[in-house]
């Protein structure tokens, strides 16, 4: 007889933004996790902003009993930079959404990670899909202590996105980036090579749409997502880049990985920010993260879909 495995509880450390809110809403519809709590950090809009369109996607889904705390609003050293090229000017344009009916707790979020992790059973894993800046501040308070590992979104072995060189968590803050892939813990990079694997196309839009409420959601904030895409790109679809991040989680297998060295430059404008990934070992560095090379992508589309269909 197969037992299941118990849930794994995870901390979502995201800016929503469009793909934030679809890994939130994939991590809320399934067993396999156990979402302690969601935090949230500057990024793809100030943190005022991702943190409400946190509160506002739970109340979607009538999840107020999910804790929101709010991290930091800049990096640890940069100056801020909002992607609301991408996002819009609510870091959630597109669907409508009614404001938020709660406020985040009246706690920082490093400091409820911090509580949140000491107080589990079982090391918890964390799921950041913005910058590292909580991520890296945390590392440096806590050492990681009863942290099972990291799987964030982020970086590239080959381009960027931000620029040429850097994807845009990583290079929004890429000393606390630094921090994160050089502390002692287990790291899985899912990065852009990965991520634009998972590009939405409109049969795909269309099945979410038919799950529901909640899909209908999901495929109008890929309509707006998708804008920004089929400008840059000509994509008729958009890379739904965080939820790959906790399908990874979910379902181990999706996601193919190699151990590898990974360096994070600071000292270049030119390649700020970028995800070095020593791909063919030529360095001797040490590896350092589980860098995702390959993705079953009709997989993923195939959990996405049947998971937002369980949603109210
Ligand atoms: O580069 C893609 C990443 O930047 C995603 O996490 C997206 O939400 C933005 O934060
Ligand atoms: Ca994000």
């Not at 669907?95 to 938020?100: D, I, K, V």
């Not at 994160?180 to 590009?199: K, Q």
């Not at 589980?290 to 109210?312: A, Y």
């Amino acid at each position: 007889m197969s037992t299941t495995p118990p849930a794994i509880p995870i901390i979502l450390d995201c800016d929503p933004g469009h793909d934030d809110a679809i890994a939130l809403l994939l991590t809320l519809a399934s067993p396999e996790v156990e979402l302690l709590g969601v935090t949230t950090v500057h990024g793809n809009q100030t943190l005022e902003k991702t943190t409400a369109n946190a509160l506002r996607v739970l109340d979607l889904v009538e999840r107020g009993d999910v804790s929101v705390a709010a991290g930091a609003d800049r990096p640890l050293v940069r100056d801020l930079t909002v992607a609301s090229h991408v996002h819009g000017e609510s870091g959630l344009d597109g669907p409508t959404l009614p404001p938020a009916g709660r406020a985040a707790l009246d706690e920082h979020a490093v400091d409820y990670m911090e509580r949140t992790i000491a107080a589990s059973a079982v090391p918890v894993t964390l799921v950041p899909t913005g910058p590292l800046t909580n991520i890296a501040l945390l590392l440096e308070r806590t050492g990681g202590a009863n942290v099972e590992r990291i799987v964030l979104m982020g970086g590239a072995i080959a381009e960027g996105n931000m620029t040429p060189a850097a994807e845009f968590n990583i290079w929004a803050d890429p000393e606390a980036a630094q921090v994160v892939f050089s502390a002692p813990i287990a790291t899985t990079m899912i990065g852009l090579d990965v991520t634009h694997r998972a590009v939405t196309t409109p049969a795909l839009q269309e099945r979410l749409a038919a799950t529901g409420p909640v899909g209908a959601f999901v495929a109008d904030l890929v309509a707006f997502f998708a804008v920004y895409h089929r400008e840059t790109y000509g994509w008729d679809g958009a890379p739904i880049h965080d939820a790959v991040a906790v399908a990874h989680v979910i379902r181990p297998g999706l996601v193919t990985t190699v151990d590898r060295n990974v360096e994070v430059e600071l000292g270049s404008e030119l390649c700020r920010g970028r995800t070095v990934v020593d791909l063919w070992r030529r360095t001797g560095g040490l590896p350092n993260a589980d860098v995702g090379v390959d993705l079953d992508d009709v997989g993923f589309f195939e959990l996405l879909v049947e998971r937002i269909g369980r949603l109210p």
